[in-house]
Structures are given as structure tokens and as C-alpha cells.
């Protein structure tokens, strides 16, 4: 946060690196078209939730004199927040299709992107109540998706 107004790109590209070694360590290897767009879609789905994150911290960041996404996008947050959203949907749909998904795994994706359009388009930057409340609520977010993947697995047998 000392060096780059994106610490939180670098949380994604930390957090979602179990994409590349779980998969691998299923399967023996990367399918790189499907471990590459939900590798991506992570990164940008960490970008949404960690800068709504962010913004409870903006104040003291700024005092200190560290950097951070919330800061850098400022007053322009949603419009970044919903950018990072419509990639991280389109990643997930493209390692969906190349995974062979049906119906059960889209329409979670579908529930997720407008659980995303709810909270970007609710939440107030400016109280750290309701960015908390928003962050924690990614764990439905991530409930909805492994519902559908679980689901879509279960009648694809």
C-alpha cells in the first residue's frame, strides 16, 4: 500500500492463485481455457469486494500516506466496481463454456452478477457500516456460484 494505488490487484492475483494450483493438482495440468478466465474473473471479483473494503479505510489511508484502489477511483468507484463486475461475469461464462456447464452453473452466474449490481449499485462509500456489510455479503455471492457449480456437476452424471 506503500508502493501502488493497487494493493488490492495484488490481493487478487495472491488470493485466486489456488485456481491455477487446484486445478492443476486435479487434473496434472493447466486447461488454460478454463483455468485462465476463472483466474481472471477472480482477480476481478477481489477488485469489487476488497475496494468496497477499502473505502472504510480511505480516510486513515489517506492520513498515513498509503495507497489503495478506494482512494485512487474515488468518486468514480461504482463505475470501476461495475467494469471489474462485467469482466469477472464474463470470465466465469467463458470458463463455463469451455468446461463443458450448463444451465444450473449460468443461471448461478446470473444470480451472482445481479447480487454484484445489488451491491455495487446500494452500496455508500462514505459509510463504513454498509461497505461492511456489502463486503461480508460476497459470502453469498460465492454461496450462489458454488451452489451452481455443485448443481451443474450433479446433473451432468
Known amino acids: 500500500k506503500r508502493i501502488t494505488w493497487w ?3 495484488f490481493l487478487g492475483l495472491a488470493m ?4 491455477l494450483m487446484g486445478y492443476s493438482a486435479a487434473y496434472g495440468s493447466c486447461n488454460w481455457s478454463i483455468v485462465l478466465p476463472l483466474y481472471l474473473a477472480g482477480i476481478n471479483w477481489t477488485l ?18 498509503v495507497k489503495s484502489t478506494a482512494l485512487l477511483f474515488g468518486e468514480n468507484t461504482k463505475q470501476w466496481a ?5 469482466m469477472q461475469t464474463a470470465g466465469m461464462v467463458l470458463a463455463g463454456q469451455a468446461a463443458g456447464c450448463a444451465g444450473p452453473f449460468y443461471a ?3 444470480a451472482g452478477a445481479a447480487h454484484q449490481a445489488w451491491q455495487i449499485g446500494t452500496v455508500d462509500l462514505n459509510n463504513n457500516a454498509d461497505c461492511m456489510a ?3 455479503s460476497n459470502k453469498w455471492y460465492g454461496a450462489l456460484l458454488y451452489a451452481g457449480i455443485v448443481a451443474d456437476r450433479l446433473l451432468a452424471v
Open 16 to 19: 485466486n492463485y489456488g485456481v
Open 108 to 110: 448461478a452466474v446470473a
Open 134 to 136: 456489502k463486503f461480508v
Open 48 to 65: 469489487v469486494y476488497d475496494t468496497i473494503y477499502a473505502h472504510q479505510d480511505k480516510t486513515d489511508d489517506a492520513l498515513v500516506g
Open 7 to 9: 494493493p488490492q490487484a
Open 82 to 86: 461495475t467494469g471489474f463486475a462485467m
